[in-house]
């Protein structure tokens, strides 16, 4: 039987040691010597979890003090020039002023990593940057995993797909035009990584997932092909999709082999086995990388039998992607119910999986029948189990008609009408929704959670930070106002806990980018509303302000896009089951005179499928879920739409068709005239002032500074239009 191994382990460890230790050493309370202590002894972990598993190869480059595509330019030298930096001489400070911003220079841009809830750092590409080497890290990485008697694999990002990934600036004309610096500075990388003694090298290129332009995909072969003149044996790596129009051109690179996505790509795994050439070995990901669902062991077998008889030898097992998407240990979910917790696979259970499938193959019955007898029991109750199906729920999917989706009148009409009711001057201003979540906030959190503070005084403690944010925004001249949501943890979970069919876990941290770990609650069954879930909130802000105050909710997509998914059903039902009961909160919200509701949808981009040709499907459901949750709403409730994090140009009459009142687009990062395109599909009058994102993570001198230069910006403006 081939070998077993995983595309990408977690680096954050299963308690968030490395996210401790950097905002320790940011606030300078760990030296930097410290930080790296703690990256040395997770990497030791991670490596002897994947070998006491029983894989064959341990992941050597999935570590990141940050970001692994700013590790990537940190060690080809390819660092933005803008920030003056020598990359041979790089330490953590500099590291970390890019990825974070100092006074001299902002930070790096983010982006989604593909459709993926992780945000990397994007590359910016400049007529001068350079690829003249950098810094030692994986080689000193390397030697670790050496003297600790591992064998290993080490995993880079390929080049072409580093190239893609970032941003031609400067009069660049394009990223390829880069390419002969990168493959040379590629090839310096590899050669001393062959002089290391490593024997192979895993080269993602997920961009063979997407759909790509001649001039990418012409330049596969001579890149590789200069590549592995000097290089150990390639594993060229794809995965989020199928790539099987890609099959003649990988089954000719000059690699040892190519690793596939078997769980989104399952259809393309047979073809690729028949057509498969003699000389390299097929990688086939058939372990979820991507969702914490217990694989389906027998299942897999079955998709994994044929491809055998084919390859024989040839066949490696491994997830589908890295595992950098789940969390580490379901070991550590102690409080979790013991049904659903047997139904889920993190990390370290997901390496136990592929061993099993791998001793299977290899007709070791005696080892892995009470493995796959578990695994078929678990599997037989949650498809059996009464938590999965709700009557209600389901009888009210088949009620559902186009007319719900469907505001009662026309946006000119229920402008005329809020307008009326409102008063607003021209350009107004307000918020995203949440202000600074200040330490006093997080103690009472956590001291409510363990029971150290009775329900009365929470809730009293939360209402004196309500004050506390209304008070604050009266006082800036901000034109309609926002509760602060002191009493959420996080903008998806704070919902998962009130709504039946998601599950929450103590523990289950993912990385959602180089400084913010996010604990994802897990969809399992028909998603219900028992009772209202944030009225008492919203209501009691307004109690306090004669201005108005806006309800704030998260939205289907996003609801759905930030959480595991259950995997028994299409996305769009679940997010139609989850409209169904944001629209209920809607309908309460009105009750209780709130008259402005915001629908939060950050991850509606991300959200997108990585083939256009898979995008209007969709599109198509997501409006449709976004109008089912709000359009129940009366003519004078304003119905107000944030989507932030996203570049959105390619999707804007998408937007104007979610038919909200009022549009709030993040253009803060963008280098593009999003408002002037935004005018075309948009009505202006649908578009106000207000902060790129929620003010959550800033303090509150920030936030005064910056409101404060917002409400001015909006009376320069109103002045310039009389």
């Not at 064959?56 to 803008?82: C, E, I, K, M, N």
């Not at 989104?264 to 057509?275: D, E, I, K, M, T």
């Not at 659903?340 to 136990?352: E, G, M, P, R, T």
């Not at 989850?578 to 009105?590: F, N, Y």
Request: glycine share 8%; net charge negative; hydrophobic share 45%.
């Amino acid at each position: 039987m081939g070998l077993a191994h995983v595309v990408g382990f977690p680096r954050i460890g299963a308690q968030r040691e490395l996210t401790f230790a950097m905002e320790a050493f940011w606030q300078g309370e760990l030296a930097q010597a410290g930080l790296q202590d703690v990256g040395q002894r997770l990497r030791a972990q991670h490596w002897q979890l994947q070998a006491d598993a029983g894989l064959d190869l341990v992941t050597v480059g999935d570590f990141a003090w940050y970001d692994h595509v700013l590790g990537t330019l940190a060690l080809l030298g390819a660092l933005p020039t803008r920030y003056q930096l020598d990359a041979a001489q790089l330490d953590l400070p500099a590291y970390y002023a890019m990825a974070r911003g100092d006074c001299q220079q902002p930070a790096m841009e983010m982006s989604n990593w593909f459709d993926t809830n992780y945000h990397f750092l994007v590359p910016e590409w400049t007529p001068d940057v350079r690829f003249d080497g950098g810094v030692d890290w994986l080689f000193e990485e390397v030697a670790e995993a050496q003297a600790l008697g591992h064998r290993s694999k080490v995993v880079l990002l390929g080049p072409l797909s580093l190239l893609y990934l970032g941003k031609a600036k400067g009069g660049l004309t394009h990223p390829l035009a880069l390419l002969p610096q990168a493959v040379a500075a590629y090839r310096k990388v590899l050669a001393r990584l062959r002089e290391q003694g490593v024997t192979l090298v895993q080269m993602d290129e997920p961009i063979l997932a997407l759909e790509l332009a001649q001039p990418w995909l012409e330049a596969f072969a001579p890149v590789y092909g200069e590549l592995s003149e000097i290089a150990p044996p390639l594993l060229l790596s794809t995965y989020f999709d199928e790539v099987s129009v890609h099959l003649d051109l990988l089954r000719t690179l000059p690699v040892a082999g190519v690793h596939l996505d078997g769980v989104r790509g399952v259809a393309q795994l047979q073809a690729f086995a028949n057509h498969w050439p003699l000389d390299k070995v097929l990688s086939v990901g058939i372990v979820d990388g991507r969702n914490i669902w217990r694989c389906d062991l027998d299942a897999a077998l079955a998709v994994l039998k044929p491809l055998q008889e084919k390859l024989g030898e040839r066949l490696w097992l491994a997830s589908s992607c890295s595992l950098l998407h789940v969390p580490v240990d379901l070991g550590h979910e102690s409080k979790l119910d013991a049904e659903l917790k047997s139904w889920l696979a993190f990390a370290v259970q997901k390496l136990d999986e592929i061993v099993t499938l791998k001793q299977a193959l290899a007709a070791y019955t005696d080892q892995v029948a009470s493995k796959f007898a578990a695994a078929r029991a678990a599997l037989a109750v949650k498809r059996q189990s009464p938590r999965i199906r709700n009557a209600l729920v389901q009888k009210r999917l088949q009620q559902v008609s186009a007319g719900d989706a469907t505001r009662h009148s026309t946006f000119s009409t229920r402008n005329a009408v809020q307008q009326a009711r409102w008063n607003l001057p021209a350009f107004p201003t307000t918020t995203t929704g949440s202000f600074p979540q200040t330490a006093q906030i997080c103690h009472m959190h956590a001291a409510y959670r363990r029971g150290d503070i009775a329900h009365l005084d929470y809730l009293e403690s939360m209402r004196d930070e309500i004050r506390l944010v209304v008070q604050q925004q009266e006082q800036l001249g901000l034109d309609v106002l926002v509760h602060g949501e002191p009493e959420r943890n996080d903008m998806v979970e704070y919902f998962g806990e009130q709504l039946w069919g998601y599950g929450l876990t103590v523990n289950g941290w993912v990385q959602r980018d180089g400084a913010c770990c996010i604990k994802p609650p897990f969809i399992y069954g028909d998603v219900y509303r028992p009772e209202a879930m944030t009225v008492g909130w919203s209501q009691f802000a307004q109690s306090l302000t004669s201005k108005p105050m806006k309800g704030m909710l998260t939205g289907p997509v996003t609801m759905l896009q930030w959480s595991f998914v259950r995997d028994d059903q299409p996305h769009a039902t679940t997010a139609l089951q989850i409209a169904l009961a944001l629209r209920d909160e809607v309908g309460d919200l009105e009750k209780a005179g709130i008259g402005m509701i915001q629908i939060d949808e950050p991850a509606f981009r991300a959200g997108l499928p990585l083939k256009a040709n898979d995008w209007k499907n969709y599109l198509n459901w997501a409006v449709h879920a976004f109008k089912i949750s709000v359009a129940g709403a009366k003519d004078e409730t304003q119905i107000h739409m944030h989507m932030g994090y996203s570049a959105v140009n390619d999707i804007l009459p998408w937007i104007a068709a979610m038919d909200a009142d009022v549009i709030t687009i993040d253009t803060s990062g963008e280098e593009m005239a999003l408002l002037e395109k935004a005018q075309q599909e948009i009505p202006a009058q649908r578009l106000w002032i207000n902060p790129d994102c929620g003010l959550k993570t800033r303090t509150w001198p920030q936030t005064q500074q910056a409101l404060g230069q917002m409400v001015q910006a909006a009376r320069l403006l109103r002045q310039a239009q009389g």
